[in-house]
């Protein structure tokens, strides 16, 4: 159950806060690892129970040394049963596919779920069975779960109770251009996107391709306009823009641990060739309000360095004639996986979105 606690070193309007019960499926991925991390320095939230597709029950300091003294949980198989007796909100931090088993059962029993996987992100089962080669098994509540990309969906988000956070390319793509989309600025045919993620992208799983004699003085594209985070790009884009919106995307692999950066390239659309405008005012007042996005000056340009180990998406747009290029960075693992999840349940809970995140 929650309760309500205070906080005296905070400002009189945050003192009073939620503790919520936490559950993580799916506690030993990068993913789970990172949410781990940002929930124990979260004020609001309390990390009740932990399970893993593992051999036995373990400790989770045996799994991560790095939270020995700070985290006294076992980690156990996955069980929705006693994740759903423990915890108020549960995290489901699981391989694409395995998520759409769990949940049902989650939601049935009243919890709330935050899903990192793409189980729920489209809205279309068919699409889904053609880029993930499997059928949904829920199709019930693909209906009921809302985007979770807070900056466009916060409306919607604070009264869901049940979220598909967005994939990390997709977070990078969809806020790079969500501005251009929403205004109609933009020819509908002409986005591409120029994609680089680290190998912590792919997940902790065991891969010749992500070996480090593989990855390392290297650099490559990979599933050129086949990626499967395409459809769920052009998805949300064409919701914003009224009309479909069908993205040329080429992601390629950098030599690096983690981050994203994404240059976008656009056509001019007929509203903004017979006018005018000042694209970098437009995305400074878009998100003006954005605790976590950042517009960079002009001529400068977003760098990895700058938002790895953050929440923090810097954007950056370049007018050239009838064209635009709009280059994003984020960090894969938390704006683009766990820290938006963790964002996302702070909007769940009427919580200060930076909690936990700064």
């Known amino acids: 159950m929650t309760r309500d606690v205070f906080y005296p070193n905070m400002s009189p309007m ?29 004020p609001g939230a309390r990390i009740t129970h932990l399970c893993a597709k593992i ?7 045996e799994i991560f040394p790095v939270l020995k003294e700070r985290l006294d949980l076992i980690c156990y198989q996955p069980n929705a049963k006693e994740l759903a007796s423990k915890c108020d909100l549960v995290f489901l931090a699981l391989p694409h596919t395995v998520s759409m088993t769990m949940a049902p ?11 990192l996987s793409a189980d729920y992100r489209l809205s279309d089962p068919r699409v889904y069975r053609k880029f993930y080669n499997v059928e949904h098994k829920d199709k019930k509540n693909l209906k009921r779960a809302v985007y979770g990309l807070c900056e466009l969906n916060r409306n919607k988000i604070r009264s869901a109770g049940f979220i598909a956070n967005p994939g990390c390319y ?147 747009i370049k007018d050239e004639g009838d064209s635009i290029i709009i280059i994003a960075a984020i960090d894969n693992l938390l704006k683009g996986a766990a820290g938006q999840a963790v964002q996302n349940m702070n909007i769940m809970y009427n919580l200060p979105e930076h909690l936990g995140l700064l």
């Open 14 to 42: 945050i003192k009073k806060t939620t503790i919520i019960n936490v559950g993580i499926a799916g506690a030993t991925g990068l993913a789970g690892e990172e949410l781990i991390k940002v929930l124990l320095r979260h």
């Open 55 to 61: 051999d036995k029950p373990r400790h989770i300091a």
């Open 105 to 115: 059962a989650l939601l049935k029993a009243g919890k709330s779920v935050i899903d």
């Open 170 to 316: 997709p977070t990078a793509a969809i806020l790079a251009i969500a501005p251009l989309a929403a205004l109609n600025l933009v020819e509908p045919s002409s986005v591409i996107i120029d994609a680089k993620s680290g190998a912590s992208g792919a997940g902790r799983k065991v891969s010749e391709a992500l070996l480090f004699g593989e990855v390392n003085e290297d650099f490559k594209a990979y599933k050129v306009n086949v990626h499967q985070h395409m459809p769920e790009i052009s998805q949300e884009l064409s919701g914003l823009a009224g009309e479909r919106v069908k993205v040329i995307f080429i992601p390629h692999l950098l030599p690096l641990e983690r981050g994203i950066l994404e240059t976008i390239y656009a056509k001019k659309g007929k509203r903004l060739l017979s006018k005018k405008r000042d694209l970098h005012k437009l995305y400074k007042n878009f998100y003006k309000k954005e605790p976590f996005i950042r517009i960079k000056e002009e001529g400068e340009f977003p760098r990895l360095k700058d938002v790895s180990r953050t929440n923090f998406c810097d954007i950056a």
